[in-house]
């Protein structure tokens, strides 16, 4: 019985997690509209604030002594954020439109494979990680020249109180995020330790869901709504921010990876599925229903093939 319970609590939690950082990223929206922040700025901005319970799980998993926990998130993430979330959206939505200009999608993508080959050594060190944090800041840059070309329309009229209500939403909202996050990594000590599960497993396959529930309301509001707002580019932005988590957390402490054949699936898959991205988005300039299903039907392939070796290896 205490078993289902702290199930249950996990699951609230998580909803409490995905609730609040979705009205964070809302009130951060509002500032930077407000404030006239250019669009390339917001945009990295976004990128930082939609990953927050990442970070906040990554912080409470090497302080609990489970980084693993936090590395299966980080790196299962890209599965369920363009196999899961942009499949639904797709799905639901019928298109989302794109540019089909590939400068801008191949460095992002490369850039969220790299780790998976940094990782092929069963650890992640410091260098590992000064490799992913240059990375990072190298594709912004990139990404920077390459919208210099774009002009961004300026906000010339301020309402303070507007502005301060929101930075005070913010604030109870990232408090809230990193409080729920505390807890649920507590709560998954006492699973991990009752269930036996491998903490790379419980982060691939939970967290990366838990921790994307930002996105996955995006896509279902998008849906109710009538309006397919989910981009690629804002869900690339959350994929690459992880990348930059996982960086700082290797150097914070090196961590070794104990994963026997999930990591090479999960590797395997991810080649997979960035490459269908990469094609969906050059073709027609857009993505349709039938390629979300292609995408959703990658990641069920995925959580199969994976559980079929747990089973076996058990």
């Not at 009205?23 to 500032?31: A, G, M």
């Amino acid at each position: 019985m205490d078993l289902i319970l702290y199930i249950i609590a996990l699951i609230i939690l998580f909803g409490i997690l995905g609730l609040s950082a979705d009205f964070l990223v809302h009130n951060i929206k509002i500032i930077s509209r407000k404030l006239g922040i250019k669009i390339f700025t917001l945009g990295v901005v976004l990128g930082i604030m939609t990953s927050l319970p990442e970070m906040a799980v990554s912080i409470n998993s090497i302080i609990n002594g489970i980084p693993n926990v936090s590395v299966g998130n980080l790196m299962g993430s890209v599965m369920v954020i363009l196999g899961l979330i942009l499949g639904i959206s797709l799905v639901l939505n019928r298109k989302i439109r794109t540019d089909g200009d590939m400068k801008y999608l191949i460095p992002q993508l490369g850039v969220v494979f790299i780790p998976f080959i940094l990782g092929l050594d069963k650890k992640f060190g410091v260098l590992d990680g000064i490799i992913m944090i240059v990375i990072y800041i190298a594709l912004l840059i990139y990404l920077y020249q390459i919208s210099k070309k774009y002009k961004n329309v300026q906000v010339s009229i301020i309402k303070e109180q507007k502005i301060l209500q929101s930075i005070f939403f913010s604030i109870i909202s990232a408090i809230i995020v990193i409080a729920s996050s505390y807890v649920i990594v507590k709560l998954s000590v006492v699973l991990l330790n009752r269930l036996e599960i491998k903490p790379f497993i419980l982060g691939m396959f939970i967290f990366s869901i838990g921790t994307n529930l930002p996105e996955i309301t995006v896509a279902i509001t998008s849906w109710k709504k009538k309006s397919p707002e989910l981009s690629v580019s804002h869900l690339m932005g959350s994929i690459i921010t992880n990348v930059l988590i996982l960086g700082f957390m290797s150097i914070i402490k090196p961590i070794t990876i104990n994963l026997e054949h999930s990591y090479t699936i999960l590797m395997f898959f991810v080649a997979i599925i960035l490459i269908l991205t990469a094609i969906f988005y050059k073709t027609k300039k857009s993505l349709d229903r039938i390629e979300g299903v292609f995408l959703i039907l990658t990641y069920l392939a995925f959580l199969y093939v994976t559980l079929v070796m747990q089973i076996k290896i058990i």
